[in-house]
């Protein structure tokens, strides 16, 4: 099994900023693309960013200039850097990860329990 744990959420005025972080455990042979995406109330799941194995990245338009995402391969890490953070932001954020768990496996998307990130105005 393999297990996502998001850390680094809270309550912050507008303007300012947050690090999220997510750790990936269990049995990973390989890791290709892993993500955040958020969800606020009564909206659907939305991508953030995501970043490939080889640093690759892509970002929402909506956060674009102000996110940042980065990954630490040999500690199966990803971090969300959020910057000038707007109440629009307020949501939960869940990691996502592409996990292959042996070499012959096919790769498989697993989810974080999420963390919730609220901006006041």
């Known amino acids: 099994q393999v297990q996502l744990v998001e850390s680094g959420g809270g309550l912050v005025q507008a303007g300012g900023s947050l690090r999220l972080s997510c750790a990936a455990s269990g049995v990973i042979y390989s890791i290709n693309v892993m993500g955040w995406y958020r969800q606020a109330p009564g909206k659907q799941r939305e991508l953030v960013a995501t970043i490939t194995s080889t640093d690759s990245t892509n970002y929402a338009d909506s956060v674009k200039g102000r996110f940042t995402i980065s990954r630490d391969n040999a500690k199966k890490m990803i971090y969300l850097e959020m910057n000038s953070l707007k109440p629009d932001d307020t949501a939960v954020y869940y990691c996502?990860?592409?996990?292959?768990?042996?070499?012959?496996?096919?790769?498989?998307?697993?989810w974080g329990q999420g963390t919730q990130v609220t901006v006041s105005s």
């Open positions: 996502n990860a592409g996990v292959q768990s042996t070499w012959i496996s096919a790769y498989r998307a697993y």
